[in-house]
């Protein structure tokens, strides 16, 4: 059964850190694009960050760029967000996807697993 499994989310005040973790079973994960989208209460979902398959190259939203690193440990099947310099405007469920597709970049179409989503909220 494939499966992605979110961890980390939680409650912050505006300037903490925190860090996400997703964890993949059932697949074949060192093969895989990986990329974590977040959607706040009554927008879209949009893209956050993603990284290829070796770990070697990464793109960012705008908005996080600076803030926010996306890794990846192929040993251990997981991917991970290290949020830095929260602000009340990161608050939403942050999802993390694979996608099979080497060429996968921003765009959630791209994507073909996703995880159940974990809540970031962050307070001014």
């Known amino acids: 059964q494939v499966q992605l499994v979110e961890s980390g989310g939680g409650l912050a005040q505006a300037g903490d850190s925190l860090r996400l973790s997703c964890a993949a079973s059932?697949?074949?994960?060192?093969?895989?694009?990986m990329g974590w989208f977040r959607q706040a209460t009554g927008k879209e979902r949009e893209f956050v960050a993603r990284?290829?398959?070796?770990?070697?190259?990464?793109i960012y939203a705008d908005s996080v760029k600076g803030r926010f690193t996306i890794s990846r440990d192929n040993a251990k099947n997981t991917v991970s967000l290290e949020m830095n310099g929260l602000k009340p405007e990161d608050t939403a469920v942050y999802y993390c996807?694979?996608?099979?597709?080497?060429?996968?970049?921003?765009?959630?179409?791209?994507?073909?697993?996703w995880g159940q989503g974990t809540q970031v909220t962050v307070s001014s």
């Open positions: 996807a694979a996608a099979s597709n080497v060429g996968a970049g921003t765009s959630k179409v791209h994507y073909d697993i």
């Open positions: 059932g697949l074949d994960f060192s093969w895989l694009v």
């Open positions: 990284i290829n398959r070796s770990g070697d190259s990464t």
